[in-house]
Structures are given as structure tokens and as C-alpha cells.
């Protein structure tokens, strides 16, 4: 039986072959992830592990997030382009751009195609949008960016607490749409008043927690987003 370090750098070696063409190859994936993620510590600061994977912060970030997909999701993911980096990007292009280039990918014909061209190109977009624009965000924007970066544990927690913290049924919807997925997104009208919201727990000492541990370290995290 591998280790759980053995069982993330195969699950790695297999993912970065990224042959969303191959059925296989998605079967393989989706085993590999099975078996890591019931072998995740229940404690764990991400830092930490990746240093002790001798892995990127930033792949052992998106590899765990993989984890915690539905099998069904995860295997559309697999199955459209079959790549961590596209997932990532995904996040920072539009839907109607997002859909063009699953298109392209879609257009494959080899077992062995794999979606590093797309990533170049989504990369290239990006790098000329940014110098083009130079758009400095706003302090909102900034914030919605910052909570996409948490780990989803952290919104599993704040469902959980916010049940009883007699909110309105927006918030609840909020909440429930950002742990969804991290890909999510909130119109204006919605961030300013999730963020509002948020803000007024947060100076009421909703997310002063003691226990457990991974409770208390993600809600240290959401309320230094708010300057706390």
C-alpha cells in the first residue's frame, strides 16, 4: 500500500499525462484521486505539505481541490480537457471564452491530445488583456479573488455555522454558491452584499473559534480578508 506522498506523486505522474481523449486514461484518474483522497491527513497545514511533497504550493492547492470534485464533475473536467491548468485558468476568462476554447479541444482526434496548446494560448490572452488594460481592481474585486483562493474546507465550515446564525436566505444561497466551486461567480449586487454581510459577522466575532484546529486556522485566513 503506497504512502500517502507515493499515492500523490503517481496521482500526479498519471494527471500530467493529461489525455482527456483517452477513456482509460480518465478512468485512471479518477481511481488515482480516489485513492488519494482517502488517504488526505485530517490535519494539515497546505504550506507545510507541500513542502514535505517537495511539490509547488499552487499544484498541491489544485490536485487537493480536484479531490474534493463530485466524481460526476470531475469526470466532465476529465473527459473536456483533462488539465489542472485549464481548470485554474477557467476561473480567470469568461464563460463564452471558456466555452470557445472547450470547443477547440473538443475538435481532437488523437488518444493522445492533450490541452497544453490551449493553456499557451489562454496564458497569451491573458498576459496581453492584462497589459492592455492595466485595470486596477477595486477593493471588492480584490476580496472575491481572495476568497476563490480558499481552501473549500472553508466553506464547508461556514454552511455549517451558518445555520444557526439565524442569516437570511440570501446569505444562505451565497454560501452555498462559493462552495460549490471555486470557479464560482457573484455579480456586483452580490459581492457587495456577501461581502457586507460577511463583514458585520466577522466584527460580531462570528469566526472567533477555538476548535478544531483546520476550523480555526481557515476562519484566521477569511477574516484577514477583511483586515481583522
Request: aromatic content about 12%.
Given at each position: 500500500?503506497?504512502?500517502?506522498?507515493?499515492?500523490?506523486?503517481?496521482?500526479?505522474?498519471?494527471?500530467?499525462?493529461?489525455?482527456?481523449?483517452?477513456?482509460?486514461?480518465?478512468?485512471?484518474?479518477?481511481?488515482?484521486?480516489?485513492?488519494?483522497?482517502?488517504?488526505?491527513?485530517?490535519?494539515?497545514?497546505?504550506?507545510?505539505?507541500?513542502?514535505?511533497?517537495?511539490?509547488?504550493?499552487?499544484?498541491?492547492?489544485?490536485?487537493?481541490?480536484?479531490?474534493?470534485?463530485?466524481?460526476?464533475?470531475?469526470?466532465?473536467?476529465?473527459?473536456?480537457?483533462?488539465?489542472?491548468?485549464?481548470?485554474?485558468?477557467?476561473?480567470?476568462?469568461?464563460?463564452?471564452?471558456?466555452?470557445?476554447?472547450?470547443?477547440?479541444l473538443a475538435e481532437a482526434q488523437l488518444k493522445d491530445s492533450n490541452a497544453n496548446h490551449i493553456n499557451l494560448l489562454i496564458l497569451d490572452?491573458?498576459?496581453?488583456?492584462?497589459?492592455?488594460?492595466?485595470?486596477?481592481?477595486?477593493?471588492?474585486?480584490?476580496?472575491?479573488?481572495?476568497?476563490?483562493?480558499?481552501?473549500?474546507?472553508?466553506?464547508?465550515?461556514?454552511?455549517?455555522?451558518?445555520?444557526?446564525?439565524?442569516?437570511?436566505?440570501?446569505?444562505?444561497?451565497?454560501?452555498?454558491?462559493?462552495?460549490?466551486?471555486?470557479?464560482?461567480?457573484?455579480?456586483?449586487?452580490?459581492?457587495?452584499?456577501?461581502?457586507?454581510?460577511?463583514?458585520?459577522?466577522?466584527?460580531?466575532?462570528?469566526?472567533?473559534?477555538?476548535?478544531?484546529?483546520?476550523?480555526?486556522?481557515?476562519?484566521?485566513?477569511?477574516?484577514?480578508?477583511?483586515?481583522?
Amino acid at each position: 500500500m503506497y504512502s500517502f506522498s507515493e499515492q500523490f506523486r503517481q496521482t500526479k505522474e498519471i494527471i500530467d499525462k493529461g489525455l482527456y481523449k483517452d477513456p482509460t486514461w480518465v478512468e485512471d484518474v479518477v481511481l488515482s484521486i480516489k485513492e488519494l483522497k482517502g488517504m488526505i491527513p485530517k490535519e494539515y497545514d497546505m504550506t507545510s505539505l507541500a513542502d514535505e511533497l517537495n511539490q509547488s504550493l499552487w499544484y498541491v492547492e489544485q490536485l487537493l481541490m480536484w479531490c474534493s470534485i463530485p466524481e460526476h464533475s470531475l469526470r466532465e473536467e476529465l473527459n473536456a480537457h483533462g488539465s489542472i491548468l485549464f481548470y485554474y485558468l477557467s476561473s480567470f476568462i469568461t464563460p463564452s471564452e471558456e466555452q470557445r476554447y472547450l470547443e477547440q479541444l473538443a475538435e481532437a482526434q488523437l488518444k493522445d491530445s492533450n490541452a497544453n496548446h490551449i493553456n499557451l494560448l489562454i496564458l497569451d490572452d491573458l498576459e496581453k488583456r492584462a497589459t492592455k488594460k492595466n485595470k486596477k481592481l477595486t477593493k471588492e474585486e480584490i476580496q472575491i479573488q481572495m476568497f476563490k483562493e480558499l481552501e473549500e474546507t472553508m466553506w464547508k465550515y461556514l454552511g455549517e455555522d451558518i445555520a444557526s446564525w439565524e442569516t437570511d436566505e440570501e446569505t444562505s444561497r451565497l454560501v452555498k454558491k462559493i462552495g460549490q466551486s471555486a470557479k464560482f461567480n457573484l455579480n456586483k449586487k452580490e459581492s457587495l452584499f456577501f461581502i457586507e454581510t460577511m463583514d458585520s459577522y466577522v466584527n460580531l466575532g462570528y469566526f472567533d473559534v477555538s476548535s478544531p484546529k483546520k476550523k480555526t486556522e481557515l476562519y484566521k485566513e477569511f477574516t484577514k480578508i477583511f483586515g481583522k
